[in-house]
């Protein structure tokens, strides 16, 4: 087809006298940025519906009854459309738009975080008439109101284009905030006895196009001309959102989120966007026990107390604690963690951990994850795959508070009613009011459902290890079955660990099941960790190799014994109690807050030799007879890998404090000190080994190759086509890089490069796993679903004072039905019994929770301050977990 000829999916337009090329159906708005000419906008944001508010967007378009004054963000492209966007017409409605909304804006720019980076300023600029012809008293209001925890609103400066309210109920789901008033008096307001404390808040500021809504943790913190930004990946969940990352004065400033359109869209949550406190470290005073603490310098433990010392004394101690632990053979050491290192730190410890200290211990979940050889064998979908699924199956914990970004692709879909929900409801859940499907899961059952829905007998009658039965209906069961269909096609299951206070086994078994029962489905595996599936791929968990093999594949490859496989992380921490493992490495985590089995976690540390090699203080530290810093997210470059398997860069902004190394330098000099060598010497080299060894694309998306990375084993797309937003995105990217054709009249191609081809463990490779017999449940108990909230008390949410406030609270959440029978309510304090000890807790009523379980929020305090979820309720060796509410 030759160029600028109208197709069934191209239309030919005349914008400002030049014919191009414009897709059907697309918005002038849009098909103007692509042939270069930028239109004046503030309402109108390319992610969210248009709605044709502020009038800036005008532009004349030629039709029957003439030359017609129409808004460019609302109106789509037609063949033969004539528009001009610069006649006299056009600049005289464009001024007076902006006339009017400077009559009661207030001239206060000098003191407006805003200013420097506002398309309010700027496009008066270019736009505006230069004076004004009102002398009239300004309207004024009591500035600034705190509407929630985080943000903060100045209601004179507002100018009503209601991004932020359409964004909160469009695209987050929280219709928090709404316009209240009429007239002059219109206004930007929250519930009257609901603060807008939405987890997605932080992007209403960044959409905002004046300072109307500024967030606290950066208002008046930096001017934009000071600051200096990168682009880099978000690392606080597994999600992997492109983020700009801004400095000043080598301290951190802010993150923007990057419209990456296969990821994140532009949006962030609030965790992500607002933790970076953590990074600069706040501390009055120097406690290695407090997570708020930066280390930055090592230490070793004399005479029962932390000194510091040199690198070079740490490592020769760590090295004689490593020697004396493997003297009896290598079982005597191990390594938990490494989910929150990059690629880089992941293979340099790897390779330490397996070629010089010859020990297969090596575990980057704590206890709450999947099979390492199960993730790496399932047919993986990416994002956008998953909310192009005409069926999506969920088995995992609440997307909005694990992977939050995630949730808000998937809830996209659902509203533009182009997925349908099944969800195995194992707990209270943010999508449930959208799911076309739920099929309550008690723990202990998620096996038993996913053989229903798979092998389609009469088994509906045995799905159940409670007396009350089955959750759900048949008919709901026959459902769900039909929209899955036969062989999976076209659909998604979305998994992960829904409960932590159930064995994994039961959830493995689960997936494994939908895997062989539907060929043609993909997976999302909802694991939240940052970093956690470049940590298997790099080989960090037991039996696995970096590039997704395993070492039982690599001995029948080589016809040898196929050795026995390592300790995850409980069986280590089993070992360490009973001393038959002596020394354990944490990498980049501790375990408490991780680990649900907190006396299980001391038990093992206070027997054993602990090596720390992380960033921030915490409570393990106490056991710990080196800790070697390391540096953490935005200090560090190198790559990391989402949940979909798409590798992408992290690059540093801030030099480390005190004497960080990076993981690549820790583990290579570690082996340098043992008398061996990595033949790591840099980051840069370890991205090319990955590369070289694993066809792991790091060196070329490190390199700077890929601007949105690249998914592993998939087409590389190295287009950088970006719908462009400057009111949210200000000078993030030049305009030749986020969107615009290079040329008017062209619609822009992507560039692909070949495929990689990396080795894969097939999931009949892996062996269903062994489920110990569940009881029945007793009438009297409520089985335990253990659930991870955003706002915990980790390390990142404890070391950000604008977070920390904002951390929930250890409840028992449990259906109404179980709490009539006792007659309490929501708030009432009852006595819960547990077979470690009981305990007293405020209860909640949820209708969302499961009749005959109580719903726990894990690595949460009660109003006592004790974390009694991880301290008295779970038990790595029960397959479930119980307990009884007795009213006080």
Known sequence: MAENTPSNTTV???IDGRVMSAERGELLIETAERA???????????RMAPVGMCRMCLVEVDGPRGATLQPACYISVSDGMIISTDSEKVKKAQDGVLEFLLANHPLDCPVCDKGGECPLQDQTLTHGSGETRFIEEKRHFAKP?????????????????ARCTRFAAEVAGDAAIDFAGRGDKIEVAPFPTEPFDSVFSGNTVQ?????????????FTARPWD????????TTCSVGCRIA???SANRLTRVLGID???????WLCDKGRFVIDAVDGEQSSFDVLDPSTRLTEPMVRRNGELVAVGWGEALAVTAQILRDATANGADGVGAIGGAALTNEGAFAWQRLLRDVLGTDNIDAQYGDGLDGALVASLPRATIDEMAAACTVVLLSGDLREELPVLFLRLRESVVKAQTNIVELATGSNSLRSLARVSLPTRPGEAHLVARALSVKDNSYATLSTHPNGAGFSEADLNEARRLIGDTGEGVVFVVGRPNGAESASIVEYAIRTFAVSFPKAKFVTALRRSNVFGALDMGLAPGLLPGRSSVASQARVNEREVPTSGRGTISQLRALANQHQSAVILLGGLLRGNVADRALSERALSRSHVIAVTGHGGADLAYAEVILPATVN??????????EGRVSAVIAKVVAPGSAWNDVAIASELAETLGQSLGLDSIEATSLAIESTTSYPAASVLRGDFNDGVVVGRVANNSVQRPLDPMANPGIRSVDMVGLAPRAGSLAQSELTPPRSVATIEVADVLAPSISSIALADAYSLRVVATRRLYDRGAGVSATSALSALSALTTVEANPYDLDRLGVTTGDVVRVVTARGNFELAVTANSGVTRGTAEIFLNTLSNDGVDVAGGMIFNADDVVSEIRLESR
Not at 211 to 217: F, H, Q
């Open 227 to 234: 600051l200096e930004q990168v682009e880099s990946t978000c």
């Open 245 to 247: 990352v801004q400095s």
């Open 36 to 46: 270069g000419t930028y239109v004046p906008r503030f309402c109108y944001h390319p």
């Open 207 to 219: 959409i905002c196009p004046v300072g109307a809504l500024t967030a606290k943790p950066y208002r």
């Open 145 to 161: 109101i705190s509407i929630g925890e985080l943000v903060l609103l100045d209601r004179e400066r507002c100018i009503q284009c």
């Open 12 to 14: 030919s337009v005349t």
């Open 260 to 266: 990456s359109d296969p990821v994140n869209h532009g």
């Open 634 to 643: 935005h200090e560090r470059s190198g790559t990391v890998t989402n949940l």
